[in-house]
């Protein structure tokens, strides 16, 4: 559930109301009239399941209450409340399966700022993942996988090109191509200092590997594997299910292959460093596509739940 925090003008009070009296998912409508004092008008609060919250916030949007006040939405840990299960008995649909598109958008929005700590984490994440192949080591491989923090922005750009938000989208693939092209040169560099100090070598890379040679060399199965962590990892955004997405992580291998990319091309081996850029091209745009097409069918989903709720009863 939902807590919703609605500031309107006066005029626009009864309207915003109306509206939310009449939609069977909201419950604990509160009004302070004159209440707020910026922007101007009068405080509503309402609680919201998250099968109608979509829908909600979509018609207060509609009628302008976004650019004449403003809407803020929490989630709700523990309601205690008749009103609040009827409420929930009422919605279509199950809240486990909800999708509130503006919660969505604003947090993988936040994942597409190109900062110093999405850098540093896919630099580090990049740098272990390239001792990992070296040593063949799959438990730096996995750490390196969950501290890489490349599918914030991959999830945005699924979420952009639906919406079809083209400064998302510009955002999503420069916080990706910067992302990863720093963390590439940042490697290059470390595996020539560590070879300098005689912690690497190159008969390393070129020796038998049979725990990490998957990450340079790819098949169908690495678009397989890109497909279901693009499913997994959009219904685990979507759903809230954050456990979820830690498996996701471990599951594709853009990290590593990255890292594969820039150790190869430190050391001069160029057809590994050629399938491991194949290998990351692979899991990228399988990942975006499986997680475009996850949208896709959830929002026609809902767009048939609520077109049947509407529907009147046969008789």
């Known amino acids: 559930m939902l807590h ?3 500031i309107t003008p006066e005029s626009r009070s009864t309207e915003v109301v109306d509206l939310l009296s009449a939609e069977a998912g909201v419950t604990h409508l509160a009004v302070l009239p004159g209440a707020a004092r910026q922007p101007q008008g009068d405080l509503i609060l309402c609680d919201v399941v998250r099968e109608s919250a979509d829908r909600v916030l979509r018609e207060l949007r509609r009628i302008g209450v976004d650019t004449s006040g403003g809407i803020a939405a929490e989630d709700i840990e523990l309601t205690i409340s008749a009103a609040a299960d009827r409420a929930a008995d009422r919605a ?10 503006d919660e969505i958008a604003a947090k993988t929005g936040e994942q597409t700022e190109l900062s110093g700590t999405y ?5 580090v994440a990049t740098m272990i993942a390239g001792i990992g192949v070296l040593l063949d080591q799959p438990i730096l491989i996995v750490g390196a996988m969950v ?12 979420v952009a090109l639906l919406r079809r938000r083209l400064g998302v989208i510009g955002r999503s693939v420069q916080a990706l191509v910067v992302g990863f092209l720093a963390a590439m040169v940042a490697t290059v560099l470390s595996t020539w200092a560590l070879t300098a100090a005689g912690l690497v070598s190159r008969e390393m890379l070129l020796a038998e590997r049979p725990l990490t040679d998957f ?9 397989v594997v890109g497909l279901l962590a693009g499913v997994a990892g959009m219904l685990s955004l979507t759903s809230k299910k954050s456990g979820s997405l830690v498996g996701v992580l471990i599951s594709v291998t853009t990290v590593p292959a990255a890292a594969n990319v820039a150790v190869a091309a430190a ?3 160029w057809h590994e460093a050629g399938g491991s850029a194949l290998q990351l091209v692979i899991n990228l745009g399988a990942i975006v596509l499986a997680g475009l097409l996850t949208l ?17 009863a046969a008789g």
Do not use: K, T
């Open 4 to 6: 919703l925090r609605v």
């Open 92 to 101: 279509p649909g199950s809240g486990a399966d909800a999708v509130v598109w």
């Open 119 to 123: 850098l540093v984490l896919i630099v």
């Open 147 to 158: 501290v890489g923090p490349e599918f914030g922005p991959l999830a945005a750009l699924c």
């Open 215 to 223: 990450i340079w060399r790819p098949d169908a199965l690495s678009w």
């Open 267 to 269: 050391y001069g081996v």
């Open 296 to 312: 896709v069918v959830q929002q026609l989903w809902w767009w048939n739940l609520a077109r049947r709720s509407r529907r009147p």
